[in-house]
Nanobody
Framework: VQLQASGGGLVQAGGSLRLSCTAS????????MGWFRQAPGKEREFVAS????????FYVDSVKGRFTISRDNAKKTVALQMNGLKPEDTAVYYC?????????????????WGQGTQVTVSS
């Protein structure tokens, strides 16, 4: 199984980035997909997740209204559109896959992880 994340970079506060994650080797359409992030000196935290069909999405409060998670099961990709970026969004962002259904926010619920992509937001 491989999860390949891309799309990170350096952006000014208020700007936008779109992260993408391409999966291979797993039953993507039966995997809850999530995005997590880890800021320097902090623990990795849940950012967003999306159910199998894409019908339900979940976000941590700090990104609600600014970030949007979406998926394309035919292409086996999950994306995270990030608008209104703030310096506190600076982190390494990881995509992850869970074999369970529904709302999944805990790291132990995810069994496959991508390599991470750096997002840096300057003030």
């Amino acid at each position: 199984v491989q999860l390949q994340a891309s799309g990170g970079g350096l952006v000014q506060a208020g700007g936008s980035l779109r992260l993408s994650c391409t999966a291979s080797g797993l039953t993507f359409s039966r995997s809850v997909m999530g995005w997590f992030r880890q800021a320097p000196g902090k623990e990795r935290e849940f950012v967003a997740s999306i159910t199998w069909s894409g019908g339900s999405t979940f976000y941590v409060d700090s990104v609600k209204g600014r970030f949007t998670i979406s998926r394309d099961n035919a292409k086996k990709t999950v994306a995270l559109q990030m608008n209104g970026l703030k310096p506190e969004d600076t982190a390494v962002y990881y995509c992850a896959a869970s074999p369970y259904s529904g709302f999944r926010q805990f790291q132990y619920e995810y069994n496959y992880w991508g390599q991470g992509t750096q997002v840096t937001v300057s003030s």
